[in-house]
């Protein structure tokens, strides 16, 4: 199994201040389609998750521009510009390019 | 508007069955993959199982593998998640998803506890 692994755990961030979640997979997430297999989602307190990030670095729709996806192979990063109240909650990466697909252990993000 | 409505959850002993299932509106269903995604008590997400459009092909995670079985009913627009043998290690949110799409239903609990 592909194994995730997240860092930092949690986050506390000031509003308006950056924030950065690094997601490294225990094998490379490119697939030879030229797509990297590599997903971010935020789970706010009692919802599903929510998708904001799709191969690797492509927005999904509605999600603002502050959040961007980077990385490339192994590593991975998610980066907000400009942390807002709303943004707080649990964020995963997850792997898709093999079964079974497998997640980070989350990164709690909180406002200071 | 995409809707995956669950049912089915609840209470169960530990040894005992249990089936989910799960109600699609709002998009095509036949194009999807379906997939199953839990979550225990304060702990993170773990994938379960998927199915194929046609539900030809059909894959879980080893935890789950000889007790769980997915199915789908393309004509009723559902998707179902038969639990059996059922362990304390099984309780949690259970979702219905297409995680690729941000298609996710509300979650629906599983208890296994005597």
């Known amino acids: 199994d592909i194994v995730m692994t997240q860092t930092p755990l949690s986050l506390s961030v000031t509003p308006g201040q950056p924030a950065s979640i690094s997601c490294k997979s225990s094998r490379s997430l490119l697939e030879s389609d030229g797509k990297t297999y590599l997903y971010w989602y935020l789970q706010k307190p009692g919802q599903p998750p929510h998708l904001l990030i799709y191969?690797?670095?492509n927005r999904f729709s509605g999600v603002p521009d502050r959040f961007s996806g980077s990385g490339s192979g192994t590593d991975f990063t998610l980066k907000i510009s400009r942390v807002e109240a709303e943004d707080v909650g649990v964020y995963y990466c997850?792997?898709?390019?093999?079964?079974?697909?497998?997640f980070g252990q989350g990164t709690k993000v909180e406002i200071k | 508007e995409v809707q995956l409505v669950e049912s089915g959850g609840g209470l169960v002993q530990p040894g005992g069955s249990l089936t989910l299932s799960c109600a699609a509106s709002g998009f095509t269903f036949t194009t999807y993959w379906m997939t199953w995604v839990r979550q225990a008590p304060g702990k993170g997400l773990e994938w379960v199982a998927n199915i194929k459009q046609d539900g030809s092909e059909k894959y879980y995670v080893d935890s789950v593998k000889g007790r769980f079985t997915v199915s789908r009913d393309n004509a009723k627009r559902s998707v179902y998640l038969q639990m059996n043998s059922l362990r304390a290690e099984d309780t949690a949110v259970y979702y219905c998803?297409?995680?690729?799409?941000?298609?996710w239903g509300h979650g629906i609990l599983v208890t296994v506890s005597s």
């Open positions: 191969e690797l670095s």
């Open positions: 997850m792997q898709s390019i093999q079964l079974p697909w497998t």
């Open positions: 998803a297409v995680p690729g799409v941000d298609f």
